[in-house]
């Protein structure tokens, strides 16, 4: 693995730095080998996870590489429980620390997979998401790397099989070192401290349950594909930051910037468009444009586009962070709803069409990012049916046009935030906001810096295996859907070890 991979100092913001020096792995055979050596690469240290007596450490690798539809052969089903739990002990007593599980258990049947062993793999990743509950109110956060075809790692297919593989696949290819050096870099870093029982889909897109539409057996490697070197410089592109006078998207903004993006701010408040650009030239060379625009007229945001392209030159990519919350009233909630639709939905899907056709004419390989919203995949409280549709609408609309726009090599994918301190959260009603917690594992709130994160990873080059993907943000609000405690006071032995 290059040691290319590592995040360079002078990009080592708070999202970048990472939460421990040395990452224990857990694992064995030819993907030991490997992720080992991945690790090194993104700047880790390593160790293996033997022993009782070793020393403490706050970073954990479990790797369960065993699915034969991937062409597996010798990897091992059973996570080390007792390993891990040991080493959650550990680091609840040490005030916190993460655990990573990568895993090719694939969530769907296949033709070519063992049931039995299907099932096993599966009900490890339950139990892994049991613990992951357990122990998110020490500070211990647990998430999984779902791996898909990936040779590095031990996964040999035949040149026939491996074709109709990867013509399921939106993005063509096998996954690479640095798709999950990326991966890693981001789950392990001190800037993403809410994202609790996550899935990261490093599979080139198999949740879309792709129609393949090529002739058995035609379908080749697009190495184009491939993450550079670099794997998180934003330099040389510019980005449109829709929503960016405060809350996400202005945190996005400056974070983007840090990275080395160019940028063009848009929202309805030019004040507070001016305070966030003057904040982010005080400290940083990178230039910075901005665009009034009031997403809920229609037409505006293709104008917003036309007029951004204008003033920057051109636009490399698109964080669509813009959003409204209503609460509805079924005497007169029509208005509220059109606005939930045409802000959350219609003129996201404006924005994304106009660039796409001008990506498409130039070339260019374009990374969009929508930002949705828990309530997309929950239901939890009465009197947001617009909102909670209109992001659920906007989620499946990054699906799509991730899977649209993939012959043009754009990628699409969507962050769900859970409850984030933001303006928009400071209007809601504390008593909710209590109450909401008690279904958050994690047991706070998250900061706009942590979705901040999650949103530059997929900007980033780093994120290139990733599109249709929905990350979550929510302190394993919705990752794990966790009743509460309910009188249990052991959080470790209630999870068994057999």
């Given at each position: 693995m290059a040691s290319a991979t590592s995040v360079p100092a002078a990009l080592r913001t708070t999202s970048l730095y990472p939460c421990a020096r040395v990452v224990e792995v857990a694992a064995g055979g030819e993907a030991a080998v490997a992720v080992h050596e991945v690790l090194r690469g993104a700047g880790f240290l390593t160790a293996t996870a033997m022993g009782r007596n070793r020393p403490a450490r706050t970073a954990l690798c479990v790797v369960q590489v065993a699915n034969a539809v991937f062409g597996s052969r010798d990897g091992d089903i059973e996570l080390p429980r007792a390993t891990i739990r040991d080493t959650a002990e550990r680091m609840i007593r040490a005030g916190g620390g993460r655990m990573v599980l990568i895993t090719d258990a694939l969530p769907w049947p296949a033709a070519q997979a063992d049931a039995e062993q299907a099932a096993r793999q599966a009900?490890?990743?339950?139990?892994?998401?049991?613990?992951?509950?357990r122990v998110a109110p020490h500070g211990v956060l647990l998430n999984t790397i779902r791996i898909g075809y990936a040779p590095f790692?031990?996964?040999?297919?035949?040149?026939?099989?491996?074709s109709d593989l990867l013509a399921h696949q939106v993005i063509r290819r096998p996954v690479t070192g640095a798709d999950l050096a990326g991966a890693l870099i981001l789950l392990y870093s001190r800037g993403l401290?809410?994202?609790?029982?996550?899935?990261?889909?490093?599979?080139?897109?198999?949740?879309?349950?792709?129609?393949?539409?090529?002739?058995?057996?035609?379908v080749r490697i697009d190495r184009s594909t491939e993450a550079p070197a670099d794997l998180w410089s934003l330099a040389g592109r510019t980005v449109l930051v829709t929503g960016a006078s405060s809350g996400i998207g202005e945190e996005t903004?400056?974070?983007?910037?840090?990275?080395?993006?160019?940028?063009?701010?848009?929202?309805?408040?030019?004040?507070?468009?001016?305070?966030?650009?003057n904040a982010?030239?005080?400290?940083?060379?990178?230039?910075?444009?901005?665009?009034?625009?009031?997403?809920?007229?229609?037409?505006?945001?293709?104008?917003?586009?036309?007029?951004?392209?204008?003033?920057?030159?051109?636009?490399?990519?698109?964080?669509?962070?813009?959003?409204?919350?209503?609460?509805?009233?079924?005497?007169?909630?029509?208005g509220q709803r059109e606005d939930s639709y045409r802000i959350n939905v219609l003129s996201y899907a404006d924005a994304a069409e106009e660039l796409a056709r001008r990506w498409a004419s130039t070339k260019h390989r374009g990374a969009i990012v929508g930002v949705s919203s828990t309530s997309a995949h929950s239901a939890p409280v009465p009197g947001l049916y617009s909102y909670g549709s209109s992001k659920a609408a906007s989620a499946q609309l990054g699906a799509h046009l991730a899977m649209?726009?993939?012959?043009?090599?754009?990628?699409?994918n969507t962050v769900l935030p859970g409850i984030v301190?933001?303006?928009?959260?400071?209007?809601?009603?504390?008593?909710?906001?209590t109450k909401s917690l008690s279904r958050v594992p994690l047991g706070r709130?998250?900061?706009?810096?942590?979705?901040?994160?999650?949103?530059?990873?997929?900007?980033?080059?780093?994120?290139?295996?990733?599109?249709?993907?929905?990350?979550?943000?929510?302190?394993g609000w919705v990752t794990l859907k966790a009743l509460p405690p309910l009188g249990i006071r052991d959080v470790i032995s209630s999870v068994g070890s057999a």
């Open positions: 009900a490890e990743l339950h139990w892994w998401q049991q613990l992951a509950a790692l031990g996964h040999r297919l035949t040149p026939e099989v491996e401290t809410t994202m609790v029982g996550e899935v990261l889909p490093l599979d080139g897109g198999l949740e879309a349950a792709v129609v393949p539409m090529s002739p058995p057996g035609t903004a400056i974070e983007l910037a840090r990275r080395g993006a160019d940028l063009v701010l848009v929202a309805r408040r030019t004040d507070e468009l001016n305070r966030v650009r982010i030239r005080e400290h940083l060379s990178t230039r910075v444009h901005i665009v009034r625009a009031d997403l809920a007229e229609p037409g505006a945001a293709a104008r917003m586009v036309r007029q951004a392209w204008d003033e920057a030159g051109e636009i490399s990519d698109l964080v669509y962070a813009a959003g409204v919350l209503a609460r509805d009233d079924l005497a007169d909630g029509k649209t726009l993939s012959r043009h090599r754009i990628r699409v301190r933001t303006p928009m959260t400071d209007t809601a009603d504390p008593a909710f906001v709130l998250s900061d706009p810096d942590d979705v901040a994160a999650a949103i530059s990873y997929l900007v980033s080059p780093a994120s290139s295996f990733l599109t249709g993907a929905q990350l979550r943000v929510c302190g």
